[in-house]
């Protein structure tokens, strides 16, 4: 049995609008893909020069005579070949070597990420910034109730890999993060809050309440900023590192917080971690930590399936959630 063919045939009044209609399509299909925005602002409080760090200071003239000449990815990869900078051994170094390398050249697969602009120059800047400066990524359609994560670098500098890794794990996020020089664990609380107010005007829309996210001397910084206002945050997660000091003297009941931290850190291994987090969830009701068995500082990298699955049990929906 054969089927009978029908054709359509199309007026020629409305032949001559279909490209005008396919330009419009293409448009709007553009208008609402993925994007990588590159944000800077006037502010009085970027972070000092990285020359006040003596462990960098070194080779900070390699690194930025390197800057207009090389790829991030060669120049964290030239930062990784002075380990002990960095207190790695060479054998550690050669390993995350390969993994960060890895990372790029995802990065320069990815049509949303492969032209964006590094942020290494303003972290390793001579002399105090004027403006203030974050990476956004933006997902397809957002309005003030998408999900929103502020992410602050650690030790170093904020790495577009950072952006990317995160923006591989929550495609549907609002993903912001801010540059704070090569030491973001003193990172002012006005800074976050201008990042924040001038990320929504650039997406033309209010901001979800965020969730603060610091990682290693990130981790330090935004425990202070939160410790001090956790009412500005949906909560708050911190990887590589421990409440400092003040924070957890003044640790606010109405914190919700997780900590991630590798099993062989030294503050794991002799049970500093334990107390605090024992004494952290007996003082708020929304406590929680993980830690990863046999990884160390960089988890992030050698331990990516693990490290995912919390943050997104932390981070997402309970029906998102895997």
Same mark, same amino acid.
């Given at each position: 049995m054969h089927r009978r063919i029908r054709f359509v045939v199309i007026p020629?009044? !409305?032949?001559?609008?279909?490209?005008? =209609?396919?330009?419009?399509?293409? !448009?709007?299909?553009?208008?609402?893909?993925?994007e990588v925005l590159r944000l800077a602002w006037p502010t009085r409080?970027? %972070?000092?020069?990285?020359?006040? @760090?003596?462990?960098v200071a070194p080779y900070l003239p390699l690194l930025r005579a390197s800057l207009n000449r090389l790829p991030?990815?060669?120049?964290?990869?030239?930062?990784l070949m002075q380990s002990s900078s960095l207190g790695l051994s060479s054998s550690d170094a050669d390993k995350l070597s390969g993994l960060v390398a890895r990372r790029y050249e995802l990065i320069a697969a990815s049509p949303v990420f492969k032209n964006v602009p590094s942020t290494l120059g303003y972290c390793l800047a001579? /002399?105090?910034?004027?403006?203030?400066? %974050?990476? !956004?990524?933006?997902?397809?359609?957002?309005?003030a109730q998408t999900p929103v994560l502020l992410f602050v670098h650690g030790y170093g500098g904020s790495f577009l890999w950072y952006l990317h890794q995160l923006a591989e794990? =929550?495609?549907?996020?609002i993903i912001i993060c801010p540059a704070y020089g090569i030491d973001p664990s003193a990172i002012p609380a006005v800074y976050l809050d201008e990042c924040l107010r001038e990320a929504a005007v650039r997406l033309k829309h209010p901001l979800a309440r965020p969730a603060l996210v610091g990682l290693s001397a990130g981790g330090f910084g935004t425990t202070r900023v939160y410790a001090a206002n956790p009412a500005s945050y949906q909560q708050l997660i911190v990887m590589a590192a421990?409440?400092?000091?003040?924070? =957890?003297?003044?640790?606010?009941? /109405? *914190?919700?917080?997780?900590? !991630?931290?590798? *099993?062989?850190?030294y503050y794991v291994k002799d049970g500093g971690f334990a107390a605090y987090s024992k004494s952290l969830a007996a003082r708020s009701t929304r406590h929680q930590s993980v830690i990863i068995?046999?990884?160390?500082?960089? =988890?992030?990298?050698?331990?990516?399936?693990? @490290?995912?699955? /919390?943050?997104?049990?932390?981070l997402s929906p309970p029906s998102a959630a895997p």
């Open positions: 020629r009044r !409305i032949q001559s609008w279909l490209p005008a =209609f396919a330009l419009l399509l293409a !448009i709007a299909s553009a208008a609402n893909a993925q409080h970027a %972070a000092p020069p990285a020359s006040g @760090t003596p462990e991030e990815s060669a120049l964290v990869n030239l930062a001579e /002399t105090r910034p004027p403006q203030g400066l %974050a990476l !956004i990524y933006r997902p397809r359609q957002t309005n794990w =929550f495609p549907n996020h421990y409440p400092p000091d003040e924070s =957890f003297r003044a640790w606010p009941k /109405t *914190a919700r917080s997780g900590w !991630i931290v590798g *099993a062989l850190e068995p046999k990884a160390d500082h960089f =988890f992030l990298l050698t331990h990516p399936a693990e @490290t995912r699955k /919390t943050l997104l049990a932390w």
